[in-house]
């Protein structure tokens, strides 16, 4: 039935788990799938009359909704579209939210402009790109993004805002951090370059390079490197449910490594510490030090392919729950983040965070 000042796109009850990479889920209570700012005006106008939470979804690649679906309003970001402005060295790229990620990475990549080729194969759309600083082999979105074009919800106008007003970080930006469900992110600017210097350091993406005797790779090369890369670690989604990673990894403190080693050293096999000191050298930096978090859940809590029901830790990239045969409920994955929460917080002392957004649990 059509309620009173209901917009006319807006549809009740809409299964929200073939509109996710995942797959799991119930409904949305409402649903609109905006193609201009004036139907999310509109969307969020009718969502705040009647008291609705309201959930922005893009393609859906990095968030698991439950059993009971979403009770508010899911406003799905559709518009496509993209727009260069070229100079001698460089392009300002223009991409609307609604845009396949991937698709855009190929755009550049077939006109040699260097500054996202190892963002390949990442699932999901432009609009996301900029929320959790996408980032992939030694690689960030906040290293190309100029500006992002959003729409405020505090006052319904249209802002660019600069990249230093996004406040990028691991994983992080104000859109998932101070500001977050504040803005609708509409366009995204990145500013690519005719000239770079490929990012190899990597050492999946080295030693296939070295392979092939490849040593001054062209952003085409890079591309085909990580898809290979990536086909061989991360589940594919047109055949098995998946969003990414799960956890983010996580930074420490010298001390907080000094306890980790101690607990690694008092439950694991030597080979395991030694691995431990190695990651330590590889990926040390100023915010701390680096452990993957794959690393923990695989290595030192024994976690991969662990299962409960039909949600499984992936048995090829232990950072990732996967869904493989799309049979697993919304609270079979709950169970399973929080198990796998729990072993790591036992074994290491150490908290790990979600990455995905989980969408009407409780
Ligand atoms: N490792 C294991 N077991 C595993 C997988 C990895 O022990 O099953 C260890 C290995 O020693 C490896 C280390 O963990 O050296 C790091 O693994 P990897 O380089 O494969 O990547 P990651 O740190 O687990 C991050 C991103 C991915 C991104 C890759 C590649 C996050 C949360 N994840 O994963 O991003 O593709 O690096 O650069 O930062 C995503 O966010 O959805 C995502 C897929």
């Known amino acids: 039935m059509m309620h009173k000042n209901q917009p006319t796109k807006i549809r009740e009850n809409v299964p929200l788990a073939p509109l996710t990479?995942?797959?799991?889920?119930?409904?949305?209570?409402?649903?609109?799938?905006?193609?201009?700012?004036?139907?999310?005006?509109?969307?969020?106008?009718?969502?705040?009359?009647?008291?609705?939470?309201?959930?922005?979804?893009?393609?859906?690649?990095?968030?698991?909704?439950?059993?009971?679906?979403?009770?508010?309003?899911?406003?799905?970001?559709?518009?496509?579209?993209?727009?260069?402005?070229?100079?001698?060295?460089?392009?300002r790229l223009s991409v609307a939210a609604g845009e396949v990620w991937d698709d855009i990475v190929a755009y550049a990549v077939e006109r040699d402009w260097w500054g996202i080729e190892n963002l390949t194969a990442i699932p999901g759309n432009c609009g996301a790109v900029a929320i959790q600083n996408v980032g992939a082999?030694?690689?960030?979105?906040?290293?190309?993004?100029?500006?992002?074009?959003?729409?405020?919800?505090?006052d319904g106008d249209i802002k660019t805002l600069s990249a230093e007003e996004c406040q990028f970080a691991y994983r992080e930006s104000i859109f998932n951090r101070s500001a977050k469900d504040r803005y609708i992110i509409w366009e995204t600017h990145f500013r690519l370059s005719r000239k770079g210097q490929a990012h190899t350091g990597y050492p999946d993406v080295r030693s296939y390079l070295q392979e092939r005797q490849i040593t001054h790779p062209t952003p085409r090369e890079m591309r085909t490197a990580i898809s290979a890369i990536r086909a061989r670690k991360f589940a594919d989604p047109a055949t098995i449910g998946?969003?990414?990673?799960?956890f983010k990894n996580i930074y420490i403190s010298e001390a907080q490594f000094l306890d980790l080693a101690k607990k690694v050293a008092s439950i694991s096999p030597p080979e395991v510490l030694d691995k431990l000191q190695r990651v330590r050298e590889r990926f040390s930096s100023e915010s701390g030090i680096k452990i993957p978090t794959a690393f923990l859940i695989d290595q030192v809590c024994g976690l991969k392919g662990h299962r409960i029901g039909g949600a499984q830790v992936s048995p090829t990239q232990a950072l990732a729950i996967i869904n493989p045969e799309k049979r697993a409920t919304g609270t079979e994955v709950q169970q399973l983040i929080k198990h796998v929460q729990t072993v790591v917080r036992e074994k290491t002392g150490l908290e790990i965070e979600l990455e995905p957004a989980l969408v009407g649990f409780s």
Do not use: H, M, W
């Open 21 to 91: 990479t995942f797959g799991t889920g119930g409904p949305a209570r409402f649903f609109l799938s905006a193609e201009t700012i004036k139907d999310v005006q509109e969307g969020l106008i009718f969502a705040d009359r009647k008291r609705l939470a309201v959930f922005i979804l893009g393609g859906g690649s990095n968030v698991v909704v439950s059993d009971n679906g979403f009770p508010g309003l899911v406003l799905q970001i559709v518009p496509k579209g993209i727009r260069c402005e070229a100079d001698a060295d460089s392009i």
């Open 137 to 154: 082999y030694g690689q960030e979105a906040a290293d190309v993004i100029e500006a992002v074009t959003v729409l405020d919800r505090k």
């Open 242 to 246: 998946t969003a990414g990673s799960f």
